[in-house]
T-cell receptor
Framework: NAGVTQTPKFRVLKTGQSMTLLCAQDMNHEYMYWYRQDPGMGLRLIHYSVGEGTTAKGEVPDGYNVSRLKKQNFLLGLESAAPSQTSVYFC??????????????FGDGTRLSIL | AQSVTQPDIHITVSEGASLELRCNYSYGATPYLFWYVQSPGQGLQLLLKYFSGDTLVQGIKGFEAEFKRSQSSFNLRKPSVHWSDAAEYFCAVGAAGYSTLTFGKGTMLLVSP
């Protein structure tokens, strides 16, 4: 049982390049989330999805787009990467339930550097 | 909106000593409370959760936490720390009707020999 898998694990981009981070979960979870983690800032929610075909903005959505075409996958896109987007990105998923009463399961992260 | 405060950025504890990590939350109704641990280079792992009922909850790896409504706190404790407990610890709060959690900024635990 793989849980939450993030691809790639590391990436270096140049300013202005685009890329897509992939998150896949095999737990049949309804809810999926993208966070960024920066030193001293904790986890900040970028976007999330409460089901296939739905997405919503989190705390820091600017510069990112997401898609949830399949229940098991949640894609995070950077259209034009900026150095401020250098961070560690975490994907998480949860069963959903009646709201935020279910624990989130996390992937191991993607370390992204923008030069 | 809910918020979470972890007052201690770093804590150093001697191996074998007891540990208490503080977490204070702000939310009007009964919150859903979680503690997660993050080892270097890893994602977050759930230690324990509180939804309702007994205010003292037991988790994995010998951790426990106590919900105190009067103090808006959910402190994490362990009676005897092991060197392998060195990691960053995050408190998180959720609420009925919301789809997301709010995380604290984390407390880094260092364990000295």
């Amino acid at each position: 049982n793989a849980g939450v898998t993030q691809t790639p694990k590391f990436r270096v981009l140049k300013t202005g390049q685009s890329m897509t981070l992939l998150c896949a979960q095999d737990m049949n979870h309804e809810y999926m989330y993208w966070y960024r983690q920066d030193p001293g800032m904790g986890l900040r929610l970028i976007h999330y999805s409460v089901g296939e075909g739905t997405t919503a903005k989190g705390e820091v959505p600017d510069g990112y787009n997401v898609s949830r075409l399949k229940k098991q996958n949640f894609l995070l896109g950077l259209e034009s990467a900026a150095p401020s987007q250098t961070s560690v990105y975490f994907c998480a998923s949860s069963y959903g339930g009646t709201g935020a009463d279910q624990p989130q399961h996390f992937g191991d992260g993607t370390r992204l550097s923008i030069l | 909106a809910q918020s979470v405060t972890q007052p201690d950025i770093h804590i150093t504890v001697s191996e074998g000593a007891s540990l208490e990590l503080r977490c204070n939350y702000s939310y009007g109704a009964t919150p859903y409370l979680f503690w997660y641990v993050q080892s270097p280079g890893q994602g977050l792992q759930l230690l324990l959760k509180y939804f309702s009922g007994d205010t003292l909850v037991q988790g994995i790896k010998g951790f426990e936490a106590e919900f105190k409504r009067s103090q808006s706190s959910f402190n994490l404790r362990k009676p005897s720390v092991h060197w392998s407990d060195a990691a960053e610890y995050f408190c998180a709060v959720g609420a009925a009707g919301y789809s997301t959690l709010t995380f604290g900024k984390g407390t880094m635990l260092l364990v000295s020999p």
